[in-house]
T-cell receptor
Framework: ETGVTQTPRHLVMGMTNKKSLKCEQH?????MYWYKQSAKKPLELMFV???????ENNSVPSRFSPECPNSSHLFLHLHTLQPEDSALYLC???????????FGPGTRLTVT | AQTVTQSQPEMSVQEAETVTLSCTYD???????LFWYKQPPSRQMILVIR??????QNATENRFSVNFQKAAKSFSLKISDSQLGDTAMYFC?????????????FGTGTLLAVQP
């Protein structure tokens, strides 16, 4: 256990559903990240939060909506997704200004 | 823009043997970090080793070591005495130094299979 947990581990949703992914870190970090991992492609950084403020949004479609209510929790709200959004979604955290990121186990998302 | 290239999609090594995974990167920055991450079938991404670009000495962590060639922008990972538990996807990653946020740029990964 690395101290970063993600729920659920697996999620199947239809294109019209609304669901949320949850990430929680128990490491006292103050920066959190969402990454998308698709087969045969490099990990793509989606969002970065530092001290609960979104500091980076890498041209992610609006059907993905992040939320960081406090420094320990990060959510990714999903609505009207497309089949190409099926992927492994990884959460990570780090001490602000430090270089090491700690990853969660990921949520395997399948959009049908 | 920085890019990271891993030219070996898959590799195989016999248990107890040594294997080297290749990584090249492109950047105009002078100060940065380089990393190797391991992602076993359980999917948990784990940091294996890191290298600060300003350090000339190659980083070593037990059976894992790197060959960092800054001029050539090359950062290979050597795994000695390979073990079955080393079977995983290995990602090379780059990060600029001194940013307020730590944006990691990953390569596409090398799938390593350790054979008994």
């Amino acid at each position: 256990e690395t101290g970063v947990t993600q729920t659920p581990r697996h999620l199947v949703m239809g294109m019209t559903n609304k669901k949320s992914l949850k990430c929680e870190q128990h490491l006292g970090h103050n920066a959190m990240y969402w990454y998308k991992q698709s087969a045969k492609k490099p990990l793509e950084l989606m969002f970065v939060y530092s001290l609960e403020e979104r500091v980076e949004n890498n041209s992610v479609p609006s059907r993905f909506s992040p939320e960081c209510p406090n420094s320990s929790h990060l959510f990714l709200h999903l609505h009207t997704l497309q089949p190409e959004d099926s992927a492994l979604y990884l959460c990570a955290s780090s001490p602000r200004g430090d270089y090491e990121q700690y990853f969660g186990p990921g949520t395997r998302l399948t959009v049908t | 823009a920085q890019t990271v290239t891993q030219s070996q999609p898959e590799m195989s090594v016999q248990e107890a043997e040594t294997v080297t995974l290749s990584c090249t990167y492109d950047t105009s920055e002078n100060n940065y970090y380089l990393f190797w991450y391991k992602q076993p079938p359980s999917r948990q991404m784990i940091l294996v080793i890191r290298q600060e670009a300003y350090k000339q000495q190659n980083a070593t962590e037990n059976r894992f070591s790197v060959n960092f060639q800054k001029a050539a922008k090359s950062f290979s990972l050597k795994i000695s005495d390979s073990q079955l538990g080393d079977t995983a996807m290995y990602f090379c990653a780059f990060m600029n130094y001194g940013g307020a946020t730590n944006k990691l740029i990953f390569g596409t990964g090398t799938l390593l299979a350790v054979q008994p």
